[in-house]
């Protein structure tokens, strides 16, 4: 097989030609390398190689849906025993996972060959991957752009043709934000379907959850098989789905589903254009199929949950930043890692427990409101992005954002900068990009982003849908529908270099 060859199937379909014995594990294991080599040095989405665990693992009697499959993980969470877990931090670059995740040996039980680690922002805070650490990652699709992030390491190899799947986590887009920006399908499984154990019992308070990145829906609908199912000791659990994902998604779609959809900013910023374009699109192909299709706002209050979920966030970051300091057997300071995440970690010290339950309260609010609204609607659309892909470096901190936040590193407090208004600042430059992925992770809701659009400059824009707790089932029916559609057809597959 040659790489071009490679770099055109999908997970499912590089396993079949395993088990036809069309190719061999090794093979594609040298085939993934040929590709990580061949495109990493520009893009940088791989920050750490694990190649000859890999081949050896190849020669091994290997089982499952995707044996042989090449495959990367994501820096966050995504621990392999004995290799290094550093969160894009230069604090914990020379630490190593102690054990396997329960989401990695799912994945190792499902056949998959792990090759390394791809790119995260620190502590995967950030909607952008530029760590200051590893440096950027950069978009295939234009390298002069963002992948987005959390996963945007994982976003670029997928796209790029490394591997056909890598790891991915969301607790607040992080699977969708790369999705758009890269082309690819991400979904986003309801609070509970998936491992996120046993480091951790719920992640950021039930907000994040653990799935991958992928070119075809029905790769992720099989891993969805694969990764669900009863975890010892995770905070929350879910209907369980007796069925399999990847058979029910090819069952035909009701056209009696009605369908909700919105193209405003829960938090009242700008929408660029294209990004409503790709959703009205959408709603218009979707009304000439025959769906009952009617714009509707959620029944939520944007900047509240916006609010809701930067209270736990930074309550969260500064948890981890506790964390480190166990591993690493000191107090952290400033200068141990970026100031943009000290600051978040010092406004969190910052949070009442007060503030922290009446945020959590906020959530709940939300999941009730969001649980109502599906009795109506069975989908809600919106974009996925506010904005196409942003320039590598365009968050870049300006210089007096950069020396208030040293003085404040110094200090060891936020309160003067919140006086000054730098931080409501900061978090409306981060929202305004991505106002719309945050309220599935608040109300545990299933959530999807596709690729329905390209810009006239060539940049990919998802479209978000949203459903019901527990129905990913209706997700997957709707995204292999739109697969098979023109609309789909129209973006590329894979992008690459």
Not at 86 to 105: C, F, I, N, P
Not at 191 to 212: D, I, K, S
Not at 420 to 445: I, S, Y
Request: glycine letters at 8%; aromatic letters at 8%; charged letters at 25%.
């Amino acid at each position: 097989m040659k790489v071009e060859e490679y770099v055109s199937y999908d997970g499912l379909g590089l396993a079949e030609l395993v088990k036809a014995k069309k190719v061999s594990p090794e093979e594609l294991v040298n085939l993934a390398i040929s590709q990580i080599d061949k495109c990493n040095p520009s893009l940088n989405a791989v920050i750490h190689t694990i190649y000859n665990r890999a081949k050896t693992s190849a020669k091994d009697n290997i089982e499952g849906p995707f044996a042989g499959v090449p495959m990367l993980l994501k820096d966050f969470s995504q621990e392999l025993k004995g290799e290094p877990i550093s969160g894009g931090s230069r604090a914990l670059r020379t630490y190593r996972s102690t054990s396997d995740s329960e989401y990695v040996t799912r994945l190792r039980k499902s056949g998959f060959l792990f090759l390394g680690q791809t790119n995260v922002p620190e502590l995967a805070i950030l909607a952008y991957t530029e760590p200051v650490e590893y440096g950027p990652t950069r978009n295939p699709w234009n390298r002069d752009h963002t992948p987005g992030g959390s996963s945007g390491g994982s976003g670029a190899a997928v796209a790029s043709g490394m591997v056909p799947i890598a790891g991915a986590n969301d607790g607040g887009g992080s699977i969708r934000i790369p999705a758009a920006y890269c082309g690819l399908f991400g979904l986003k499984p309801t609070r509970g379907r998936t491992p996120v154990g046993p480091q951790n019992g719920r992640f950021l308070h039930g907000a994040a959850v653990e799935h991958v990145l992928s070119r075809t829906v029905r790769d992720s609908a099989a891993l969805l098989d694969e990764l669900k199912g009863f975890e010892k000791g995770a905070a929350f659990t879910v209907l369980p789905f007796d069925e399999s994902y990847l058979q029910t998604m090819e069952r035909p779609l009701d056209k009696k589903r009605k369908i909700a959809f919105s193209i405003k900013s829960p938090i009242g910023t700008e929408v660029n254009a294209a990004c409503m374009e790709a959703v009205m699109k959408t709603v218009h192909f979707l009304e000439s199929t025959g769906f009952h299709v009617e714009e509707v706002d959620a029944p939520v209050d944007g900047k509240k949950v916006a609010k809701g979920f930067l209270t736990t966030y930074f309550a969260e970051i500064s948890a981890s930043i506790a964390r480190m300091e166990e591993v690493l057997g000191r107090k952290a300071s400033y200068r141990d890692m970026e100031p943009q995440t000290w600051l978040m970690g010092l406004m969190g010290k910052e949070i009442t427990a007060q503030e922290f339950v009446l945020s959590m309260r906020e959530w709940d609010i939300a999941a009730f409101a969001m649980e109502s609204f599906h009795e109506d609607y069975d989908f809600y659309i919106t974009p996925t992005t506010a904005f196409t892909p942003a320039r590598i470096g365009e968050h870049e901190l300006k210089r007096v954002e950069k020396l208030a936040l040293q003085i404040t590193g110094k200090m060891g407090k936020a309160g003067f900068l919140k006086k000054m208004g730098l931080v409501d600042q900061m978090v409306e430059d981060a929202f305004k990009r991505v106002p719309f992925t945050q309220l599935a992770n608040l109300t545990g809701q299933p959530a999807m982003s596709v690729p329905l659009h390209v810009t006239e400059d060539g940049l990919p824009v998802g479209v978000q849908f949203m459903a019901a707790r527990g129905r990913e089932d209706l997700l997957l029916q709707m995204a292999c529908f739109l697969e098979k559609s023109d609309l789909w057809e129209s973006v590329p597959k894979r992008c690459m270099i």
